[in-house]
């Protein structure tokens, strides 16, 4: 089942801070964080598993709320490259397919 | 040395053909996929293999044939193309499950 991400689009000037949610109806196994940028291949970020052990990038922080199926990440002082449409998936057991949200967009300007 | 390849870039062709893309990964990694984003952005994973073997089949239309000759190639083989079967195509590879995935450039397939 396609996890649900909001919000669908944000906006921010340089410097902002921006949270990203997503969530489940189902009980997770792990989530991944993807940022694609317009024309280009969606670009690994993080993924956080279930039992709290985190994979992924020093400047992006996540969180994974077991329990309530949830996973949010923190863009802090935003930059311009931080712009672009991000991807959470989601895993309901290990080494199943990993189903991906909509997408926020994201948009950093000077 | 680019980590994930895909040939071609883009794809322009007619309905009813038959056509391949390729992938090839140099990051010896043992688990590939194929994913298609359609034109509302959506990110929906097709197959995945696993050592050359299949192991993800998610509910894709028959004319969609993956194929591993070996561990750093994963090839995909559409026949009788659809109006539908137009998106972005990528590949990606992983270390193995629960690891971050290496996406490709991205296929763009335009059927007419």
């Known amino acids: 089942q396609q996890p649900v991400q909001s919000p669908q689009a944000v906006i921010l000037r340089e410097g902002e801070d921006a949270v990203i949610n997503c969530s489940s109806s189902?009980?997770?196994?792990?989530v991944h964080w993807y940022r694609q940028k317009h024309g280009e291949a969606p670009v690994f970020l993080m993924i956080?598993?279930?039992?709290?052990e985190q994979k992924g990038h020093e400047k992006i922080s996540a969180s994974f709320n077991e329990k309530k199926q949830q996973s949010s990440l923190y863009l802090t002082a935003s930059q311009l490259s931080y712009s672009g449409t991000y991807f959470c998936?989601?895993?309901?057991?290990?080494?199943?397919?990993?189903?991906f949200g909509k997408g926020t967009t994201l948009s950093v300007s000077s | 040395d680019t980590a994930v390849s895909q040939t071609p870039k883009y794809l322009v062709t007619q309905m009813g053909n038959d056509k391949s893309i390729k992938c090839e990964q140099n990051?010896?990694?043992?688990?590939m996929y194929w994913y298609k984003q359609d034109s509302k952005k959506f990110l929906k994973i097709m197959f995945s293999?696993?050592?050359?073997?299949?192991?993800i089949n998610e509910t894709v239309p028959n004319r969609f044939s993956p194929k591993s000759p070996d561990k750093a190639h994963l090839n995909l083989h559409i026949n009788s193309l659809e109006l539908g079967d137009s998106a972005v195509y990528f590949c990606?590879?992983?270390?193995?499950?629960?690891?971050?995935?290496?996406f490709g450039p991205g296929t763009r397939l335009t059927v007419t």
């Open positions: 293999y696993n050592n050359k073997e299949l192991i």
């Open positions: 956080l598993l279930k039992g709290g």
């Open positions: 990051l010896g990694h043992d688990t």
């Open positions: 998936g989601t895993e309901d057991q290990a080494g199943t397919a990993l189903i």
């Open positions: 189902k009980a997770l196994y792990s």
């Open positions: 990606a590879s992983s270390p193995g499950r629960n690891y971050e995935q290496y």
